[in-house]
């Protein structure tokens, strides 16, 4: 079956320092992978997805970068954090020919 | 470009009472709609989408392509029911998912 894996669960970062969250996929190939933000009252916000190794898509301009370096692996970074980039990051998961995207337990960030 | 709307950010409702969580959409073509949830302290998951037609723990969604609306509905809530609740439509390549501002739905006893 398959499982998605997402670390660290909670992070407080100083303002200033980088991040990686990492998130795994395992029991499939090829997947779509996205990142998304839900912060408090904005609902789910995509960051980033990702159709193959290497193809990262942006859909809102920010201090994150997003990698993807092999086929079920997928990393969201920031070179140096900002206050307002605290929030709760969740990595998702879909299949091409499906139609459900799988979600991680998410990521609870504090920047302060 | 592509637009959800969910009106309620925070909804109340009895034990037993009917519900109805709004949805509206702004999309090109015909995007394929989705109710995704997530229960305190549990991942955010699939509640149901509109191609399988189900009903899920008594849930129902109906798409009215006139009024571009996907509202989830259930005649009688259940206090396990209290959840966030996120509409979502899938765009025309299915690539993405555009996830609704989300409704908290809050079930008393």
């Known amino acids: 079956s398959q499982t998605i894996h997402q670390w660290p669960a909670t992070l407080v970062q100083p303002v200033g320092s980088p991040l990686s969250l990492e998130c795994t996929v395992e029991?499939?190939?090829?997947?779509?992978l996205y990142w998304y933000r839900q912060a408090a009252g904005r609902g789910l916000q995509l960051l980033f997805y990702?159709?193959?190794?290497?193809?990262i898509s942006s859909e809102v301009p920010q201090n994150l970068s997003a990698s993807r370096p092999q086929d079920r692996q997928f990393i969201l970074s920031s070179k140096k954090l900002l206050l307002s980039d605290s929030g709760f990051y969740l990595c998702a998961w879909g299949v091409r020919a499906d139609t459900e995207a799988f979600f991680g337990q998410g990521t609870r960030l504090t920047v302060v | 470009a592509q637009r959800v709307t969910q009106p309620e950010k925070l909804l109340s409702v009895f034990k037993g009472a009917p519900v109805e969580l709004k949805c509206n959409y702004s999309y090109s073509g015909s995007p394929e709609l989705f109710w995704y949830v997530q229960y305190s302290r549990q991942r955010l998951q699939l509640l149901l989408r509109h191609i399988s037609r189900e009903s899920i723990k008594g849930f129902t969604a109906d798409l009215n392509k006139g009024e571009t609306s996907f509202h989830l509905k259930k005649p009688f809530a259940q206090e396990e029911d209290s959840a966030m609740y996120y509409c979502a439509p899938r765009d025309n390549y299915g690539q993405n998912f555009v996830f609704g501002p989300g409704t908290r739905l809050s079930v008393l006893p």
């Open positions: 029991g499939t190939s090829n997947p779509n």
């Open positions: 990702s159709v193959g190794i290497g193809q």
